[in-house]
């Protein structure tokens, strides 16, 4: 099983930017889809982005289209989020997430999550 653990969070003013990243570990990383979630306070988890293993089919909540992008370094098995032009709406806990099943715009199954890093973007 994939274990994830995020990184890169942290304290931001608004139009600024932050590098999350997601490093995975275990045998079930090769072939996994990885996607970021993230949960304001008070708020249900939301999408935010997602890629498939080779990284070149990637899909984006609307919200953060053309400000945030998705990649990944399978030799390295790490996964980033690179978000910029930062909106205080967008603090919250931000977590990646695994699963093997294909297809990027359902994650009713998730085989694993990590733990979370907390993003805060001030006005």
């Known amino acids: 099983q994939v274990q994830l653990i995020e990184s890169g969070g942290g304290w931001v003013q608004a139009g600024g930017s932050l590098r999350l990243s997601c490093v995975a570990s275990?045998?079930?990383?090769?072939?996994?889809?990885i996607a970021w979630f993230r949960q304001a306070p008070g708020k249900e988890r939301e999408f935010v982005s997602g890629l498939n293993w080779s990284g070149y089919s990637r899909l984006y909540a609307d919200s953060v289209k053309g400000r945030f992008t998705i990649s990944r370094d399978n030799g390295k098995k790490t996964v980033y989020l690179q978000m910029n032009s930062l909106k205080p709406e967008e603090t919250a806990v931000y977590y990646c997430?695994?699963?093997?099943?294909?297809?990027?715009?359902?994650?009713?199954?998730?085989?694993?999550w990590g733990q979370g890093t907390p993003v805060t973007v001030s006005s």
């Open positions: 275990g045998r079930s990383y090769s072939g996994s889809i």
């Open positions: 997430a695994a699963k093997s099943q294909p297809g990027l715009q359902h994650w009713d199954t998730v085989d694993a």
